[in-house]
């Protein structure tokens, strides 16, 4: 399975100081655990954008009322605080907002920043109307077991008019590259395991895409975007969409996989804040995400892969993501691949 943010097989034991939780509680509250949040916090990429997002536009927070939704330790509140808000309130569903609380009040935050524990959905909010939404809400792929749905609603319930939304823009790449050697060992292992024909599993394999970093080099083609994302007009089923790509190859070589990757831009601020989660920017937690194809793909410098990205939430279980990948290689061979992110 594609390696997930919130992961809970990590974090299923009770940590001292946390005697009220029980692993159980853990693995029902994927977030409960410090590791997950050292992780984002360490993520200097992600947390460092954020502090200047909002710390270094100050004149856009000032006497401002701000809610951080999904606010986990208190980070972001915390730093919208220092940019002068004269309120902020942070929600979270998960049982850290108990830590964030003790973070909030260690720093001196307590009169400025009020803590909500519940899921913003049902929420009732110590203040209804605010002039600016801070949030990071994105998952791997962008929108796996993302809560960009819940920032949304955040934003039609409770954002006043003209209101700004940190971050407001996000958008989605792909490109194709050149994996051989790792293609053998997550994908082709399978055909020969100890002299077992393992193949069912390979098929199986193929389908789930692979979180991981990738070197720059083994791109080759010209990126392109598939989906951009203004948080400021998005409705829900915008999530659900169906993208063309044309892959301009920027050499002769071989092709084993799709690759996909998103940006992040503060669009509201003056000197515009934004980060990449792509192979060509610094390392984030987010990776990048791999899709392997079944077969091998020639192409020479100039020459186009062309397709079609769909990706939609499952109808199952709507935390799960179906993904489906049409292309038609420069020798005009033709295939459809379903992927499922879970
Ligand atoms: C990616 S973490 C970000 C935490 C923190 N804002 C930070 O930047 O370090 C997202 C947080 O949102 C919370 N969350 C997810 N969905 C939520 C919802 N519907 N209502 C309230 N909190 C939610 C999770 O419990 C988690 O702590």
Redesign the pocket.
């Known amino acids: 399975m594609a390696t997930s943010?919130?992961t809970t097989a990590s974090h299923t034991h009770p940590v001292d100081g946390f005697h009220d939780m029980t692993s159980k509680d853990y693995y029902a509250?994927s977030?409960a655990h410090f590791g997950i949040?050292e992780e984002?916090?360490k993520d200097s990429v992600?947390?460092g954008s954020?502090r200047s997002a909002i710390v270094n536009n100050a004149h856009l927070f000032k006497g401002k009322t701000v809610l951080?939704?999904?606010?986990?330790?208190?980070?972001?509140s915390m730093f919208a605080a220092k940019a002068g808000a004269s309120h902020v309130v942070g929600?979270?569903?998960?049982n850290?907002i108990d830590q964030a609380q003790k973070i909030i009040e260690a720093n001196n935050f307590k009169d400025t920043i009020t803590l909500v524990k519940?899921?913003?959905?049902e929420?009732d909010l110590p203040i209804k109307q605010f002039d600016i939404i801070i949030?990071?809400?994105?998952g791997y792929f962008l929108l796996y077991e993302s809560?960009l749905d819940?920032v949304l609603l955040a934003r039609d319930k409770y954002l006043k008019p003209n209101g700004h939304i940190f971050p407001d823009s996000a958008a989605m790449y792909i490109a194709a590259i050149e994996d051989q050697d790792y293609k053998e060992e997550k994908i082709n292992f399978w055909d020969n395991v100890y002299g077992f024909d393992f193949s069912c599993i390979k098929d199986i394999a193929l389908r789930e895409p692979l979180v991981d970093t990738v070197d720059l080099k083994s791109v080759v083609t010209d990126p392109c975007m598939i989906k951009h994302i203004d948080l400021t007009t998005a409705r829900k089923e915008d999530l659900s969409f169906e993208a063309p790509f044309t892959l301009t190859a920027t050499r002769n070589d071989y092709v084993h996989a799709f690759l996909a990757w998103f940006d992040i831009s503060f669009e509201c601020t003056h000197k515009k804040v934004k980060f990449s989660t792509g192979p060509h920017a610094q390392y984030t937690h987010w990776k990048q995400t791999v899709f392997y194809t079944p077969s091998t793909i020639t192409v020479s410098e100039g020459e186009s892969i062309t397709g079609r990205l769909t990706c939609a939430p499952n109808e199952r279980n709507n935390r799960d993501l179906d993904i489906s990948i049409s292309y038609k290689t420069p020798r005009d061979h033709e295939a459809t691949m379903q992927y499922k992110m879970y």
């Open positions: 943010r919130p509250d977030y949040h984002m916090l992600r947390t954020y951080d939704v999904g606010c986990g330790t208190g980070i972001l929600i979270d569903m998960s850290i519940g899921k913003l959905e929420a949030s990071e809400w994105m809560m819940t």
